[in-house]
Structures are given as C-alpha cells and as structure tokens.
C-alpha cells in the first residue's frame, strides 16, 4: 500500500500531475473533484464513507465496514471528535477525513502506520512512504514547481544518525533519509484548513497508569483479541509460533476464528535452545482447536543465515535503513513459503516484549507517588535482573528532564557498544559504532544538542510511559520495513500487539503491577490465562540467538568483507572501512560488540539499493572519491 495526500487546492493538479500513472493507480477525490488520495491499495485495505460535505476514509487493515463508519462519521460534530473513533475501530490503519474544505490525516501509535509530509509548491503534501514524497519532490523541482533546495535529495546528515545503536532518540528518529521530508510525530496528526495551511496537532496523550491488573487483564484480552480478529477475515492466514508467550497468544485467538492458520517455527543451531520443544507444544495444543492449517518447522539448512547480504534490490526497505537487516533474507525466505500454502498476510507478536516485560522505569514512575512501594518492587525485580544495589538506587531515584537528558546524551554518545541503558534514562541511549567517522560522530552530537534546545516534549511527563511508548513506536518501525520486504511476495507482516488499542491498554496498568514477581509478564499472562496453555504463561525468558549471529557472520564473511572495498557510508564520509573490516573478518566472541554492526550494514545496504538520481545529489561512487588525499576520511 502506497499514497499521497493533497490539499484542496488549485497547486494540487499540478502536483498530482508528476506523478506516474498506472492502470493500478487509484484515487479518491476531494468533493471539488481534485485529487485527494492518490496511491495503489488493495480493495479490502480501504473503507470509504460519505456523509454529505464530510468524508472519512480508512486505509489499511480492519473489521469496520463502510456501514459501521457511516454511523460513526454521522455522529461527528467536527474532525476533532476524530479522536473518539479509535476506540470504535479495531484494526491498524491510516485515518483521513475532510469537511468543508477542512482535512484531517493520522497514522497508528506506534510507527507502522507513519505518515510523512513535504512542502512542495507552497502547500504541504503527506504520504505514508517517505521515498515517494523524495520522488514528487524531484518531479516538482524539474516541472518549475517551487520548494526549498534539495528537497527530496539524500540527507547526510540523517544518515549519519542511523549509525546509533540501537537507534536515535525520538526526535531524530522523525528526520528520513531525504531533505526536506519529515516523519508526522506520534500521537499527532496532520490538519489543512480551507485555506491550505498546514499544522501538526497532537491527538493522543498516554493514559493513566491506574488500573489495576485484574481489570487491566480483561481489558488486554478484550482489545488484543479484537486486533487479532480484524486480521482473521481471510481463507488462510500465517502466524508465528515461536514458542513465547507473545507469539502464543496471537496464534490461540487467531485459532478461534473460522480461518485457516498456518504457523512457522525457525528450529535453532544452538541444541540448548529449547524454543522448538515450546513450540512444538503449543502446535500440538493448537491442533485440537483450531479449523484447518498446518504447523511448518522451518530448519535452519533449508534458510539464508542472518547477514545474507540482499540478492535483489527488493530484499531492502526503501524508505530506509532496514532495522530487521540481519534476519531480512530469512524473513523473505518465510514469506515465500507461507504465499505457496495460500496465505496473504503475517501475524508476529512483535511488541509483546515492549509492552508487557520488565521495564525499569516503571519503578522509577512509581518512586515519584510512592517510594516504599516501589523499593519493595524493587527487592522482588532484582531476583529478575542483574542490577546491582547502586544501579538500583539510580532506577528508583535518578533522571532529568527530556531536554536536559537530550543534551547530556550528545556527551555520552562516544563510539563503541553499551551493554545495558543507563537506569533512569527516558530511552535507551545509543552509541556510534567504533568505526563512525569522527565528523559523523561530531555531527550527531550537534543534531542532539540541536534537539534539546527545542525543548521537545516527551510522550508524557511519567518515564514509564514516555519510555514504553517510545518502545512501541520502535517496534513498530521494525514492522513497517519487514512489512516492505514481505508485501513485495504477497504477504503482509502484522503485529496486533502494536495496535492503537493494545497499546493504551498496556499504558493504562497500575505501574506497581507492571513488575513481575516471579519472571515473565504478569499483565499478558492474566489476561490470556484460558487461552493459551498453561505452561506457556509462565515461561520465563528465552536464550539469545548468538549461534545464529555467529553462523551467519562466518558464512557470510567474505560478502560483508568486501563492502568496504567501495562502501557507499566511506564515500559520504561516515564510516571508517578500515576499523570495520576487522570486525567483519574476526572472531567475536563477546555477541554485544556485535551490536552496532546492524544500523550500519542496513545503511550500506539501503545506500547500494537506491536508484540513482544524477540531478538531485546522488550518492556519490566510491570512485568519486579516490582522488582525494591520502587519509582523508579516516
């Protein structure tokens, strides 16, 4: 699913008239006959409603149906009761409205369905892919359409912040990898009055943490249930079971609809792993209920490794840096096999972890109203996790404000891997790889200093919940680029968890009850405590994959050597290719020195995958830059 989205506005059929046209493309118009929505969808992803002068429009996936959101839009008194729809429409999907020459666009709460917008021609247009705002933007330009210089061309200095690890702090993360094109902020939505003009208004602030885990379990299985069910309307459909109580869950309540549920389980090197054993329990349990399908073991000798380098130019996200870079070519391979067994969409239970496992700052939240209360959480955690007494007293006590911890972030980014976040940081802190060149380094310390002297406001004034929703939106950045990778095969990647709804109620939890007493995730396990077997609830935490990493770097290893023979991040200026190849050529024994390397091959992989675009600043060839002095870019 791509689109774009217009204003009323006579600038707009010059606009809409750069675009390339397919028999495929399709478009909804504005009331005055202008383009209005301009893209190409699937007919079930979009839901259309007209009300007289007002129109609403979903685009994406969900159980409403026209009839149901015209009752809704008739019980509209303005676009600001938009707000209350959320509630009414389970699903994950793009909202659009307009009325008297008044328009309302937003995307989900989490980045899987993030809406990005550019100014072209004095009036800004959106779109849900930022690389098609880069295209329009360079078709203006050449038309004699005005806009700011080098719209739409490759931003530098955006991808010099796609090095961290494990990524950029919030207000980074809303720059894309073109000028000039920016990322809507979560939790806002884009609004154009009569007259064209163009503002950002926030929608959306987290719940209360106040409910309490009996009434927050039922409230979890209630809205996680409807998400799942907004997907199940299909013959076939896929789902993960990887043996986790995320995935689980999702696999259970999609076995209660009438469809026919095919789930995929990767089989592990490391013979300790015992994710197969759990998930070849919960298959057997789900055949005694679900309607049809069939339970796939995928093993390993039949799949690419992690760090299969991208065969094709599709095996990349355009829209950027792919974040799930090292399992892209499994997760292709996956989505073949699902597509021959007749399946068109993905369930993954991407989020469960971000929103129900141990977070720390839910203490540090707690500390704030009660402090006995949360020391006493604190005693039963530590059983839990590996913190020492002084780390403890920072979760309970330390923390500054967002700007403040923004700008000391610029002095704590230094090159190399951090093993854990600092205890009382609003997000986890990233770090430049050790092989960033010193002026990339340099220039995403200005860019964060940059940021805080803005003063941006959090997600909400509680870490815990600024924290967590945070995570939600990185989660769902991960599904929107695996998402890219799978809809090229016919199959849609999804993940209920990160629905609007889901979400907010995982907000709303009492924070005390966030903490497990005895491992897991107390919150999903009450509220799926019938569903899922047993045994699965409890289940504590599972091994890291550090066999794969370390099988699919040796096989890998010639392949990924080689990039930095004509590294496309070297002739920008970024990376230093001669403190990278050691570590791409030696043995790692320590899997968290690993870690900074996946942001820098995604953005290596992205930069060899972009179409060339001479009269808009390319990326320019490694040979571009072999007349430079001897040491320059060291």
């Known amino acids: ?16 008239a750069c675009l390339p046209r397919t028999r495929a493309t399709r478009t909804v118009p504005h009331l005055s006959g202008r383009p209005w929505i301009v893209g190409h969808w699937r007919r079930e992803e979009l839901v259309t409603a007209r009300v007289g002068p007002r129109c609403a429009v979903l685009l994406g996936t969900t159980s409403a149906t026209t009839d149901a959101l015209t009752r809704l839009l008739r019980h509209l008194r303005d676009l600001d009761d938009l707000t209350g729809l959320r509630h009414e ?54 038309a004699g359409l005005s806009c700011a210089p080098r719209t ?36 806002h939505c884009a609004a154009h009055d009569p007259a064209g003009q163009y503002r950002e208004v926030r929608w959306w602030h987290p719940p209360q943490p106040e409910v309490p885990l009996p009434d927050a379990a039922e409230a979890v299985r209630e809205v996680l249930g409807a998400a799942v069910h907004a997907r199940t309307r299909r013959a076939t459909l896929s789902a993960d079971l990887s043996g986790g109580l995320d995935s689980t869950s999702v696999c259970f309540l999609a076995a209660r609809d009438t469809t026919e549920l095919v789930t995929t389980a990767w089989e592990g090197r490391d013979p300790a792993d015992d994710d197969p054993l759990w998930s070849a329990h919960s298959a057997y349990r789900l055949s005694r209920v679900r309607h049809g399908g069939r339970h796939l073991a995928l093993p390993y000798t039949d799949a690419p490794t992690w760090y299969t380098p991208p065969a094709e130019p599709d095996h990349t996200d355009p829209a950027g840096p792919l974040v799930a ?91 190399g891997a951090r093993r854990r ?134 096989r890998n290893r010639r392949a990924l050597a080689a990039l930095c023979e004509d590294s496309r991040l070297a002739a920008l200026g970024l990376i230093r290719p001669d403190v990278l190849r050691p570590v791409l050529t030696s043995l790692q024994p320590d899997t968290g020195a690993l870690r900074p390397l996946d942001p820098t091959l995604a953005a290596e992989f992205w930069l060899r995958a972009l179409p060339a675009h001479p009269a808009h600043d390319a990326v320019p060839a490694p040979a571009a830059r072999a007349s430079a002095p001897a040491g320059e870019g060291d």
């Open 421 to 554: 976040p600092g205890p009382a940081d609003w997000e986890e802190l990233p770090a430049m790889p050790p092989w960033a060149h010193p002026d990339a380094l340099a220039t995403v310390r200005r860019l964060l200093r940059e940021a805080a002297a803005t003063a941006p406001a959090p997600l909400d004034p509680l870490r815990a919940q600024h924290e967590l929703a945070a995570a939600a939106v990185r989660a769902g950045e991960r599904v929107r680029g695996i998402d890219a990778l799978t809809s090229v095969h016919g199959v849609a990647y999804e993940a209920p968890f990160l629905d609007d709804a889901v979400i907010e109620a995982a907000l709303a939890v009492r924070l005390a009850d966030r903490v497990p007493g005895g491992g897991g995730k107390p919150v999903l396990a009450a509220a799926m405590r019938g569903t899922v077997p047993g045994p699965v609830l409890g289940r504590g935490g599972r091994r890291a994959h550090s066999a794969e990493l370390h099988a699919g770097l040796r």
């Open 325 to 415: 870079v090292r399992e892209a070519a499994r997760l292709v391979h996956q989505a073949r096999l699902v597509a021959k067994f007749g399946s068109r969409m993905h369930l993954a239970g991407v989020g469960g972890d971000e929103l129900f496992a141990l977070r720390p700052m839910a203490l540090n939240s707690l500390a704030r109203g009660d402090l006995r209360a949360a020391a006493r959480l604190a005693r039963r955690a530590r059983r839990l996790a590996p913190w020492t007494l002084p780390v403890t007293v920072r979760i309970l006590l330390g923390g500054r404000s967002y700007p403040r911890w923004l700008a000391a972030g610029a002095d704590r980014i230094v090159p």
């Open 152 to 187: 739409g061309a490759l931003d530098e200095e955006a991808l010099a912040t796609r090095l961290l690890a494990p990524g950029a702090p919030l207000p980074l993360a809303l720059r894309t990898p073109w000028h000039a094109v920016h990322a809507v902020p979560p939790g």
């Open 1 to 16: 699913m791509d689109f774009l989205v217009f204003p009323d506005h006579p600038v707009t059929d010059r606009l809409a």
């Open 89 to 142: 429409l389970p699903g994950s999907f793009f909202l659009l409205a307009c009325t008297g020459g008044e328009i309302r666009a937003r995307g989900s709460l989490s980045a899987v369905r993030r809406l990005h917008r550019t100014d072209l021609g004095g009036r800004t247009v959106l779109g849900n892919r930022p690389q098609d705002l880069a295209a329009l933007a360079r078709a203006a330009a050449d």
